[in-house]
Nanobody, 122 residues
Framework: VQLQASGGGLVRPGGSLRLSCAAS????????IGWFRQAPGKEREGVSC???????FYADSVKGRFTVSRDSAENKVYLQLNSLKPEDTANYYC?????????????????RGQGTLVTVSS
């Protein structure tokens, strides 16, 4: 089981990025896939999760700005980041989540990728 996030970079406030999570060794249709972020000196935060059913969940801090989606043919999960703010700056990684739900503190995971850095700065 492997996951690899990509697509990070430097973007100005208000800008957009699309992160990709490439999975191998399993089918993303059958598992929940979560996006997490961690900034220096801050706790890890569950950002978004897409369940095997296709139901999606978001942290309050990103609702209305971020969108998670899944491409079964590519076996990838995407995270569209819009209206980015400096406080969104962090290392973002994807992980296979046991159960997606409304409480992002319960998105426990065993397998995760290394992450991709998103920097929002003018």
């Amino acid at each position: 089981v492997q996951l690899q996030a990509s697509g990070g970079g430097l973007v100005r406030p208000g800008g957009s990025l699309r992160l990709s999570c490439a999975a191998s060794g399993f089918n993303v249709d059958y598992y929940g896939i979560g996006w997490f972020r961690q900034a220096p000196g801050k706790e890890r935060e569950g950002v978004s999760c897409i369940a095997s059913s296709g139901e999606t969940f978001y942290a309050d801090s990103v609702k209305g700005r971020f969108t998670v989606s899944r491409d079964s043919a590519e076996n990838k999960v995407y995270l569209q980041l819009n209206s980015l703010k400096p406080e969104d700056t962090a290392n973002y990684y994807c992980a296979r989540v046991l159960i997606c739900g409304s409480d992002n503190k319960n998105w426990s995971h065993r397998f995760r990728g290394q992450g991709t850095l998103v920097t929002v700065s003018s």
